[in-house]
């Protein structure tokens, strides 16, 4: 093996190890909560169950789901592939990019006004598609690159993510609520002297601290969801052919719900996907309906 493919392989297998801290977490805390602490009432453990269940389900969801890419409407056709890697100069290799783009929905550009294209994977990125350099990948929709589940945020796993954000919350509210009681007994050594008083002591701290954590980024991905705006465009507004505009993508606060969450509201809070992918100027684009472009150009406001 090439020493180059085995740094490869190190890096793919060192990128796992906060997703197998947060398992290993998860795991302890079950144990900790169910067999150690064992509270015996139905309604305590009936409601951290269906909590754990929603949260694992989710965030599987999360890790699991495969980026979506752009379709091969906006790959290259072969004769203009090869013209353009023969071609130095930049104008001329933008005169072939446009010439190829007058048949894509494609609204945004680059700051500089052209038409944005990813050498790396020799497709024109679709509005709100971004390169992941972790991923090595063009991504429709990308949001960010997330260590804790290993894979990137974007069009086919953003409902999933924020879904992961509302029941770890929840887990760890509902975690640090009724272990309380036991914790106050802890430092007035109320509670019998054994080792559950230790996993009592550490279920209450971890719990508080993830949620404390958790709840600033929750905040905010539902204020970006409320936007429609990804964190890459909360950073650097997105540039249409009239300049950039940070509200480019906003349909309105509940089209813009939708947009993630789907129309039917009966599946809001379940991980399945339901995010709009056949509505507006770029629906109907590829074979798979989230299509090449979709994702962006959907969700723009008015073709401009
Ligand atoms: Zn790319
Ligand atoms: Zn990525």
């Known amino acids: 093996m090439a020493p180059t493919h085995v740094l490869r392989c190190c890096q793919r297998g060192l990128a796992w190890i906060p997703v197998i801290f947060i398992a290993l977490v998860v795991c302890w805390s079950y144990y900790a909560y169910v067999v ?3 509270l015996c009432k139905f309604i305590y453990l009936a409601v951290f169950h269906v909590s754990f269940i929603m949260f694992v389900w989710s965030y599987w969801k999360t890790i699991f789901t495969r980026p979506s890419t752009p379709s091969k409407e906006f790959c290259l056709p ?3 592939k090869e013209q353009y890697e023969k071609e130095q100069r930049p104008e001329t290799q933008q005169e ?3 010439r190829v783009a007058t048949s894509l929905p494609l609204y945004t550009r680059t700051g500089a006004g052209a038409i944005r294209y990813c050498d790396r994977c020799q497709v024109i990125k679709p509005d709100r598609c971004h390169h992941c350099s972790a991923c090595d990948m063009c991504v429709l929709k990308m949001d ?5 589940v290993n894979n990137c945020v974007g069009f086919s796993n953003y409902k999933f993510f924020i879904l992961f954000l509302t ?3 929840v887990y760890c509210l509902f975690i640090a609520a009724s272990v ?9 050594s109320d509670l019998p002297e054994s080792h559950a008083k230790f996993h009592v002591l550490f279920l209450f701290f971890v719990a508080a601290m993830f949620c404390i954590s958790i709840l600033s980024l929750f905040t905010y991905h539902l204020w970006l969801v409320g936007k429609n705006r990804s964190t890459i465009e909360a950073f650097r507004a997105p540039v249409f052919r009239n300049g950039p505009d940070k ?3 906003s349909l309105g606060f509940s089209k813009n719900i939708a947009q993630v969450f789907g129309d039917q509201k009966l599946y809001w809070l379940l991980p399945v996907f339901t995010s709009v992918t056949q509505s507006g100027p770029g629906a109907g684009v590829g074979d798979r309906g ?7 150009n959907q969700l723009h406001r008015q073709p401009r």
């Not at 989230?290 to 962006?296: C, D, L, M, R």
């Open 180 to 188: 309380l009681q036991y914790f106050i007994k802890f430092w007035t």
């Open 144 to 148: 960010h690159h997330c260590p804790w």
């Open 78 to 80: 072969k004769s203009e």
């Open 247 to 249: 509200n480019g993508f």
């Open 96 to 98: 072939i990019l446009k």
């Open 36 to 38: 150690e602490l064992c």
């Open 290 to 296: 989230v299509a090449g472009g979709v994702a962006g």
């Open 167 to 169: 029941y770890s919350l």
